[in-house]
């Protein structure tokens, strides 16, 4: 991969480089250019969940005793967040693995962009793709599922700083799982199996009453069942809070837990993220 690096020039005619941030969202139109070009991964990535949602919405689709909602109406905002977690977590932790392994990594290291920039670039892509994620299962939860829309703008506030939050944090782990594959071909299967586990413990196939206490327990220690929760508390009824285990939308503390993994998430980046594979050092 060839880096082209503009020089401005400064006050006293020395040429400097631009900083991170200004090569950030240069880096993220790459990273976003790259992804379009590959069809076939942009279809699976958008198609899949629309997909399970189908699948299961069509499956489970009875009122749901005591929460005055649907079956169906319930898998909406927990596969929104199964959604941003794939187009975050799982995305970036295979594709940085591939990236280490076929040297990519470290032809950039040893180019003058600041090293900020490729990981503002990869934030760039999951934003982007997490936001197109978001619409298109809310279209289809919209139309098909009778989901409504929020109605004030407290409610859209809150859609807003989970996703940030739980995008962030979810990218976050995501560029730090992304070191533990030993090769690009065992990646998938490092980040794919702790993400459909968590899937199934955090309330996105299975409604939280029917998974044992201490699955829910395990689960509520990663990001992904707080972000289903906080998209519950966005587009359910007030009505549907009886179906958390807390029986209650806790927005505070889904705030703190996502605020807190996204601190720890930085902080795993920092102490594990490589440039090279291990077989190079």
């Given at each position: 991969?060839?880096?082209?690096?503009?020089?401005?020039?400064?006050?006293?005619?020395?040429?400097?480089?631009?900083?991170?941030?200004?090569l950030?969202?240069?880096?993220?139109?790459?990273?976003?250019?790259?992804?379009?070009?590959?069809?076939?991964?942009?279809?699976?990535?958008?198609?899949?969940?629309?997909?399970?949602?189908?699948?299961f919405?069509?499956?489970?689709?009875?009122?749901v005793?005591?929460?005055?909602?649907?079956a169906?109406q319930?898998?909406?905002?927990?596969?929104?967040?199964?959604?941003?977690?794939?187009?975050?977590?799982?995305?970036?932790?295979?594709?940085?693995?591939?990236?280490?392994?076929?040297?990519?990594?470290?032809?950039?290291?040893?180019?003058?962009?600041?090293?900020?920039?490729?990981?503002?670039?990869?934030?760039?892509?999951?934003?982007?793709?997490?936001?197109?994620?978001?619409?298109?299962?809310?279209?289809?939860g919209?139309?098909?599922?009778?989901?409504?829309?929020?109605?004030?703008?407290?409610?859209?506030?809150?859609?807003?700083?989970?996703?940030?939050?739980?995008?962030?944090?979810?990218?976050?782990?995501?560029?730090?799982?992304?070191?533990?594959?030993?090769?690009?071909?065992?990646?998938?299967?490092v980040?794919?199996?702790?993400?459909?586990v968590?899937?199934?413990?955090?309330?996105?196939?299975?409604?939280?009453?029917?998974?044992?206490?201490?699955?829910?327990?395990?689960?509520?220690?990663?990001?992904l069942?707080?972000?289903?929760?906080?998209?519950?508390?966005?587009?359910?009824?007030?009505?549907?809070?009886?179906?958390?285990?807390?029986?209650?939308?806790?927005?505070?503390?889904?705030?703190?837990?996502?605020?807190?993994?996204?601190?720890?998430?930085?902080?795993?980046?920092?102490?594990?993220?490589?440039?090279?594979?291990?077989?190079?050092?």
């Amino acid at each position: 991969m060839t880096t082209t690096v503009v020089r401005e020039r400064g006050e006293a005619g020395v040429g400097r480089l631009p900083g991170a941030w200004r090569l950030g969202p240069a880096r993220g139109a790459l990273e976003i250019r790259q992804f379009f070009r590959q069809r076939d991964q942009v279809v699976f990535t958008f198609a899949f969940p629309v997909v399970l949602l189908f699948l299961f919405a069509s499956i489970f689709r009875d009122d749901v005793e005591g929460a005055g909602i649907t079956a169906s109406q319930l898998y909406v905002p927990a596969m929104m967040a199964a959604g941003i977690m794939s187009t975050s977590f799982q995305a970036l932790g295979v594709s940085i693995a591939i990236e280490r392994e076929d040297k990519v990594l470290r032809r950039l290291r040893g180019t003058p962009m600041p090293p900020a920039a490729y990981f503002l670039g990869k934030i760039w892509l999951v934003v982007f793709t997490g936001l197109l994620e978001t619409a298109v299962l809310l279209l289809v939860g919209t139309t098909c599922y009778g989901v409504d829309l929020p109605t004030d703008a407290g409610r859209w506030f809150d859609l807003a700083w989970v996703f940030v939050l739980g995008i962030t944090a979810c990218a976050l782990l995501g560029i730090a799982v992304s070191s533990v594959p030993n090769s690009a071909n065992s990646a998938s299967s490092v980040v794919v199996l702790p993400f459909l586990v968590l899937q199934f413990i955090s309330g996105v196939y299975i409604a939280i009453g029917t998974v044992p206490d201490w699955m829910l327990n395990i689960g509520a220690l990663f990001p992904l069942k707080w972000m289903c929760q906080g998209l519950r508390g966005v587009f359910l009824p007030e009505s549907a809070q009886v179906l958390e285990q807390a029986g209650s939308w806790e927005p505070g503390r889904v705030a703190l837990v996502l605020a807190a993994w996204c601190a720890g998430g930085l902080a795993l980046c920092l102490l594990t993220f490589r440039w090279k594979d291990r077989r190079t050092g």
